[in-house]
């Protein structure tokens, strides 16, 4: 009997012992999101009426910008894919078969958007339509620039770039330092009565940009009196004849060739320098001043491109 017993008491100390074995095997397999929380922030802006949550840090990058573009290379953030038609030939390594290939800056190809399965995307104006397209892929940030309040508008995006991707030291010092060079600039141009004049030369055809307006900064940043306060704002500028540039007759012409930043074959300045305009005192004077398409155009409000502007700028006066 005693035997049986023990027999039993073996049996049943066995059973338990595996049974509390086969529980643990159970464990639900963890993971790295399952342990440690993920970092976000909150960002909100005019395309969306929510805050969009976006990772800090994010892994997989797709920009719509270049001016944002030129920012991340400034600052040595990496970023997956982007439109790689008309790349300003400063950031021409983002031409590489590396960086996937999504489309145009007004065209972006959703499809290989959504195969890239990015972090987060970032656009602005000549993708702003497309936004709640993009927002469905992934968490989709606007970083457009408003040109009647530049510089606050910058700054916002600059010190965002800081925030999500831990550059905010170095995105603190760079601002500062292009603050003080706008500050030199504006003493010598509040010291000058000269009058300036911004066209954008296409295929022959020109048009006019006074303050607030897309090159606005030029008079509203940088401090150059406009030679005509009454130009229309517009992101197309102001239709205008070459009659207009002699009859405005300004002291210094700022001309943004944008033949020239998207390839054209033709030159602004072969059909800019006509015999009405070599009438004027920027001609006379050796002041017809031919911006950077590729910074001015094509990218513009990015840590690079805005350095480069302001170059040009001081290299004017």
Known sequence: MKKITMTLIM???LAMLAACGTKDDK????SATDTKDIETIKVTHELSEEAVEVKKNPKKVVVFDFGLLDTFDELGIEVAGLPQANI??????????????????????????????PDVIFISGRQAEMYKELSEIAPTVYVGIDASNYMDSFKHNMELVGEIFGKEDEVKSELADIDKQIEAINEKTAASDSKALIILGSEGKVSAYGPSSR???IHDVFGY????EKIEVSTHGQNITFEYIMETNPDVLFVVDRDAAIGGDASAKDSIENELVKKTNA??????IYLNADYWYLSGGGLLSMKEMVKEIDASL
């Open 11 to 13: 049996f049943t100390l």
């Open 27 to 30: 464990k639900p397999e963890t």
């Open 88 to 117: 300003p030939a400063y950031l021409s390594k983002y031409e590489d078969e590396k960086y996937a290939n999504l489309g145009s800056l007004k065209e972006p190809d959703l499809e290989k958007i959504h195969a890239l399965k």
């Open 215 to 217: 090159f606005g900064l």
């Open 225 to 228: 009196k406009a030679a005509d």
């Open 283 to 288: 001609y006379k004077n050796d002041k017809i």
